[in-house]
């Protein structure tokens, strides 16, 4: 004898909540990562709202503020790195919010892998861009080191592989190359006055490399 319990459709799991929250949270995670990967079908394809930079930069035995005067160079300590930025917002025309992540090899007295993850917001307004196009980031997140950095170690007797990461870019292009950009940056590990678990200061490179917009 045919029985309710026995419909091939299974109405207790169509009726069951846990059921419809499973199904919504897959629908929603595929739904974000098309918006987020496959862009061109969302928005125009002239957008360029995508970035791959690489770069690399050598360490220094200095504070952040001394990067801009007088910097330490440790040639020893060297890296390069990969990042890939997308912009996700826009404050009026002449600032960008974007989002990035970044693979970094070190090299020299150190061998580790460096995993970083930042929001940045990006001026992109100067009086000379007709003839430079020329943009200024600056971007908050985090950085995860594969083992203690040995020059973090060096300089500081506490420090830790997970910590605070703060970029600080300038960018300038040719009007008539809106594709590519040369960059330069500042690369900051830090503690945040021991915020992150108990380290105060940490590590500090410079760099300059090549971005593709697209």
């Known amino acids: 004898m045919w029985k309710p319990s026995a419909f091939p459709h299974r109405p207790d799991r169509v009726l069951n909540p846990p059921f419809f929250r499973k199904m919504w949270k897959r629908i929603g995670v595929i739904s974000s990562a098309a918006v987020i990967f496959f862009p061109a079908y969302w928005q125009a394809a002239e957008a360029r709202d995508w970035t791959v930079t690489a770069y690399g930069a050598v360490q220094a035995h200095s504070e952040l503020h001394e990067m801009f005067f007088d910097p330490d160079f440790d040639s020893s300590y060297k890296f390069v790195a990969v990042a890939l930025n997308r912009k996700i917002g826009s404050m009026g025309e002449n600032l960008d919010f974007e989002g990035e992540a970044q693979v970094v090899k070190h090299f020299g007295g150190q061998h580790h892998l460096e995993f970083n993850g930042l929001l940045i917001a990006r001026w992109n307004r100067f009086p000379w861009?007709?003839?430079?196009?020329?943009?200024?980031?600056?971007?908050?997140?985090?950085s995860l080191a594969t083992e203690t950095p040995e020059i973090e170690a060096l300089r500081h007797e506490k420090t830790s592989a997970f910590l605070n990461y703060l970029l600080i870019e300038v960018s300038i292009g040719l009007p008539d190359l809106p594709r590519w950009s040369l960059v330069w940056r500042i690369h900051h590990r830090s503690g945040v006055f021991g915020l992150f678990h108990g380290v105060h200061g940490a590590s500090n490179a410079m760099g300059a490399g090549v971005s593709y917009h697209f």
């Open 129 to 142: 861009d007709r003839h430079l196009d020329t943009s200024l980031a600056v971007g908050e997140g985090l």
